[in-house]
């Protein structure tokens, strides 16, 4: 089937000595993943591999046979232009970082329109503002809505929170984090792109990544830590 429609680059792993695998979150069929062969050939071609760096927003024609095996392009051209996501140091590690996590977070081959839409603005919000501290931070606890575990936030209140079921408790068990981690998982919930400026400190950010590493690992089979994670920690340090 031939479909149109617009995707984000989650990754791009090489293969063989002029060939890609590149992973997608597309707008019309969730992840899907595209062989795209000769990606490094000299000759000229509409199939270029700058257009799959991380997070790259896309429009493409291709074709799904939706067999669970790899598709393939017709047609591939960049659907937006970044302005500072390819050239600012601290958001080109935000983008990788970010893309690391996607790819060893989202499992489900299937549309989610919702999703979509929340990483493509995300994503144009980052290029187009400077203070992108706690963009990763925020990001981050948004994709747990969608993936199904969001924290419990009904009696948040409670002084401890529990990793495990995603709950805020009144006593402290060996899965919760302690009180003053609980404090900023809690102040980090309800913050948004536009309203988070500087809400923690360097060491409260570091915390918070912890946290939520951990988190992302207690809910996900098989996760791993992004590869990128201590060059992210150098930028923010």
Same mark, same amino acid.
């Given at each position: 089937m031939l479909v149109k429609t617009k995707a984000i680059v989650i990754s791009a792993l090489r293969y063989q000595e002029k060939s890609l695998v590149v992973k997608c979150y597309t707008e019309s069929d969730g992840l899907k993943s595209y062989y795209i062969r000769d990606a490094f050939s000299t000759k000229k071609s509409s199939q270029k591999n700058i257009y799959f760096r991380p997070l790259t927003i896309l %429009?493409?024609?291709?074709?799904?046979?939706?067999?669970?095996?790899?598709?393939y392009f017709k047609e591939v051209r960049l659907a937006h232009q970044y302005l500072t996501l390819t050239t600012d140091i601290t958001k080109t590690t935000i983008a990788l970082f970010i893309s690391e996590m996607l790819h060893n977070s989202i499992k489900e081959e299937e549309k989610n329109q919702s999703f979509y839409n929340f990483l493509e603005t995300a994503l144009l919000w980052l290029d187009s503002h400077d203070e992108a501290?706690?963009?990763h931070l925020i990001l981050l606890l948004e994709v747990t809505k969608f993936l199904g575990f969001y924290p419990d936030s009904s009696q948040q209140e409670y002084p401890?929170? %529990?990793m495990t079921e995603g709950i805020f408790i009144p006593y402290q068990s060996i899965s919760c984090i302690s009180a003053h981690e609980t404090t900023l998982l809690r102040r980090l919930m309800p913050l948004k792109?536009?309203?988070?400026g500087k809400a923690f400190h360097v060491s409260e950010r570091q915390a918070l990544l912890k946290i939520l590493l951990n988190y992302y690992a207690l809910h996900m089979d098989g996760f791993r830590q992004p590869k990128s994670l201590e060059v992210l920690r150098e930028v923010f340090s």
């Amino acid at each position: 089937m031939l479909v149109k429609t617009k995707a984000i680059v989650i990754s791009a792993l090489r293969y063989q000595e002029k060939s890609l695998v590149v992973k997608c979150y597309t707008e019309s069929d969730g992840l899907k993943s595209y062989y795209i062969r000769d990606a490094f050939s000299t000759k000229k071609s509409s199939q270029k591999n700058i257009y799959f760096r991380p997070l790259t927003i896309l %429009e493409i024609e291709a074709a799904h046979k939706n067999k669970g095996t790899l598709e393939y392009f017709k047609e591939v051209r960049l659907a937006h232009q970044y302005l500072t996501l390819t050239t600012d140091i601290t958001k080109t590690t935000i983008a990788l970082f970010i893309s690391e996590m996607l790819h060893n977070s989202i499992k489900e081959e299937e549309k989610n329109q919702s999703f979509y839409n929340f990483l493509e603005t995300a994503l144009l919000w980052l290029d187009s503002h400077d203070e992108a501290a706690n963009f990763h931070l925020i990001l981050l606890l948004e994709v747990t809505k969608f993936l199904g575990f969001y924290p419990d936030s009904s009696q948040q209140e409670y002084p401890f929170f %529990e990793m495990t079921e995603g709950i805020f408790i009144p006593y402290q068990s060996i899965s919760c984090i302690s009180a003053h981690e609980t404090t900023l998982l809690r102040r980090l919930m309800p913050l948004k792109f536009d309203n988070s400026g500087k809400a923690f400190h360097v060491s409260e950010r570091q915390a918070l990544l912890k946290i939520l590493l951990n988190y992302y690992a207690l809910h996900m089979d098989g996760f791993r830590q992004p590869k990128s994670l201590e060059v992210l920690r150098e930028v923010f340090s």
